[in-house]
């Protein structure tokens, strides 16, 4: 799933500093040209409901939310936090629609981003405040639900930017812990039982399944850094043996359940996990590459070190330079958390990596 071309492309995963939707959008539309991918930018610093989860527990259809100290929380029906975090979702689409109609920046191609099922749950708190990936039966409401909510989100996004081809980019950084059983109770004096992996294939294979179906016609998983409002949000680098291990199982079965790309920090990597997405790349799945670390108060590697990073084990593996186009080059993580002028700066290094894979590629 890199361009369709013969170009290796670049993408944001999601979040972006500020306040300003028009800014982001504008900024989005306007990097990221084809045969990039812009994307529908998040914005947390505006507050509650503008946070990764609360964004896409407003998509969720029969299942209110509201916060609570220790995070969102199901309830009976939508109050304040609900409804603040479906109207900035509304505004973000509808900013979209004047910044694409009133420009020449009309995408031919649009991403927008989710919580995915498993993460969702591991962040959300039933009722009497466990996390809902204790309960199997929630955590099957948690997937039928965001399921029948993509259906009427990529409606809303086909209507603002009318002809695009729309990929669903499912942020999924709690898997590893899910299955290794090291995500804390809500009291953090236990942890929650592992999730067996084979629900794991079924859940994502069908939540794969509905995104087409709801109109997505490409769908990524990304196994990268952490989504904040989650669970343990560790980075795979940063987690012990077991959840290594589950890191390894949750990239198998994301690899098995029928997406198009895979997303995954390069810092994360070692060798069999490139024997596994070499196998994906040559069956044509393409990989989202997190390449460019985003650290505030650093200024990223030389976009030549960075493009090493990945020659190195794609020469390795016997990897075809033809297969470069399957890359799409991204920021190892969202970019809120730095400045706007350093996540230019990082932005603007993924273009230049992709462009010197482009240049390889080519040659």
Same mark, same amino acid.
């Given at each position: 799933m890199g361009?369709?071309?013969?170009?290796?492309?670049a993408t944001m995963l999601g979040s972006w500093p500020g306040t300003d939707p028009v800014e982001a959008a504008k900024l989005s539309?306007?990097?990221?040209?084809?045969?990039?991918?812009?994307?529908? #930018? $998040?914005?947390?610093?505006?507050?509650? &409901?503008?946070d990764a989860v609360g964004r896409t527990a407003g998509m969720l259809v029969e299942?209110?939310?509201d916060v609570q100290p220790y995070g969102w929380r199901f309830v009976d029906r939508p109050g304040g936090d609900h409804r603040r975090a479906v109207s900035a979702l509304s505004t973000d689409i509808n900013v979209l629609a004047d910044v694409a109609g009133g420009s020449d920046h009309q995408p031919a191609a649009y991403k927008v981003q989710i919580v995915g099922p498993v993460t969702l749950a591991a962040a959300i708190h039933l009722h009497y405040g466990e996390r809902a990936l204790r309960d199997y039966g929630a955590?099957?409401?948690?997937?039928?639900?965001?399921?029948?909510?993509?259906?009427?989100h990529a409606e809303k996004v086909r209507s603002a930017a009318p002809g695009a081809e729309?990929?669903?980019?499912?942020?999924? #950084? $709690?898997?590893?812990?899910?299955?290794? &059983?090291?995500?804390?109770t809500a009291s953090g004096y236990r942890t929650l039982r592992s999730i067996p992996a084979s629900e794991l294939r079924q859940?994502?294979?069908?939540f794969v399944a509905a995104?087409?179906?709801?109109?997505?016609?490409?769908?990524?998983?990304?196994?990268?850094?952490g989504v904040a409002g989650s669970a343990s949000a560790a980075e795979p680098a940063e987690t012990n043996s077991a959840e290594m291990a589950s890191w390894r199982k949750g990239l198998e079965l994301a690899l098995e359940c029928g997406i198009d790309a895979i997303a995954v920090p390069l810092s994360a990597l070692d060798t069999g996990h490139w024997e596994q997405l070499a196998g994906a790349i040559e069956s044509g799945v393409g990989m989202w590459?997190?390449?460019v670390p985003v650290r505030a108060g650093q200024v990223p590697p030389s976009y030549s070190a960075l493009v090493e990073r990945i020659m190195r084990p794609w020469h390795g593996l016997g990897l075809p330079a033809k297969s470069l186009s399957l890359l799409r080059i991204t920021p190892d993580n969202g970019l809120a958390a730095v400045s706007p002028q350093e996540a230019r700066i990082i932005v603007n290094r993924t273009l230049e990596v992709a462009a010197a894979l482009t240049d390889l590629r080519n040659s």
């Open positions: 361009s369709a071309s013969n170009e290796v492309s539309l306007g990097l990221f040209t084809p045969p990039h991918l812009p994307s529908l #930018p $998040e914005l947390p610093a505006r507050g509650i &409901g503008s299942l209110p939310v955590r099957r409401d948690v997937a039928q639900s965001l399921s029948a909510g993509l259906v009427l729309l990929t669903l980019q499912i942020d999924e #950084p $709690e898997v590893a812990s899910a299955l290794a &059983g090291t995500i804390p859940t994502w294979t069908a995104a087409k179906a709801a109109g997505f016609a490409k769908v990524a998983i990304n196994l990268g850094t590459a997190g390449t």
